[in-house]
């Protein structure tokens, strides 16, 4: 159970530090979503390409 400390000790010390430089935190949440936002794209073309690659063929007979 130390990965629920664990966080809970990241929790806290981001609450500390969005005190003390709370521009900092703002920045570091700002580069998260857009890495959130790009994971999720890079995911769902990878979900598509492995549409395309299963169903390839059906897709060329139908076109």
């Given at each position: 159970?130390?990965?629920g400390l664990?966080?809970?000790l990241i929790r806290q010390s981001?609450?500390?530090?969005?005190?003390?430089?709370p521009a900092f935190v703002a920045a570091?949440?700002?580069e998260v979503e857009e890495e959130l936002k790009q994971h999720k794209?890079?995911?769902?073309e990878d979900i598509?390409?492995?549409d395309f690659d299963e169903y390839g063929d059906?897709?060329?007979?139908?076109a």
């Open positions: 159970m130390s990965t664990d966080k809970e981001l609450k500390e530090l969005a005190n003390e430089d570091l949440l700002a794209k890079q995911r769902l598509i390409r492995e059906v897709f060329r007979a139908l």
